[in-house]
């Protein structure tokens, strides 16, 4: 399992804003979004915005605790505005990675928080979990 979050902070490593909903995007690529919504629109993130350590860690602990075991969060801190998370790491499959959005925002308690989701969904891992984990994955 950590390797898989180590993936996933050397991916986290240039924190800059990609493009969302491109028509190349074969399902694995980030995407802003909840089960609920349709497409979001293209979120710009402040590249300066210093990361809230203590809500980044305290927002991935809430997420392994909800079924996201190899899902990490960066909350970048805000001056009043809306707050922005940066989601990295892996998922079984495309609920995991929305449920991962929504979980996110309820945690924050801002339905208006901005996502970047940069979860990659992995189908195998729900064959072939990290340390037998076959019910923790979505």
């Known amino acids: ?4 979050l180590a993936l ?6 240039s ?14 690529g980030a995407q802003v979004g909840s089960s609920s919504s349709s497409p979001a629109p293209q979120t710009h993130f402040d590249s300066n915005a210093p990361i809230d350590s203590a809500q980044s860690q305290a927002l ?3 997420l392994h605790s909800h079924q996201l075991p190899l899902v990490g969060a960066r909350v970048l801190a805000s001056n009043g505005a809306s707050r922005q998370v940066i989601l990295y790491g892996y998922v079984a499959t495309p609920f995991g990675k ?19 989701n940069r979860l990659k969904i ?5 064959t072939n979990p990290p340390n037998g984990q076959l019910k923790r994955l979505r």
């Open 98 to 116: 929305a449920d991962a959005a929504d979980h996110a925002r309820q945690f924050l308690n801002d339905s208006g928080a901005q996502v970047d």
């Open 122 to 126: 992995e189908p195998e891992l729900a």
């Open 15 to 28: 924190c800059s804003p990609i493009t969302l909903g491109s028509s190349s995007d074969k399902g694995g």
């Open 1 to 4: 399992m950590g390797i898989w």
């Open 60 to 62: 991935t602990n809430y």
């Open 8 to 13: 996933g902070l050397f991916s986290l490593a």
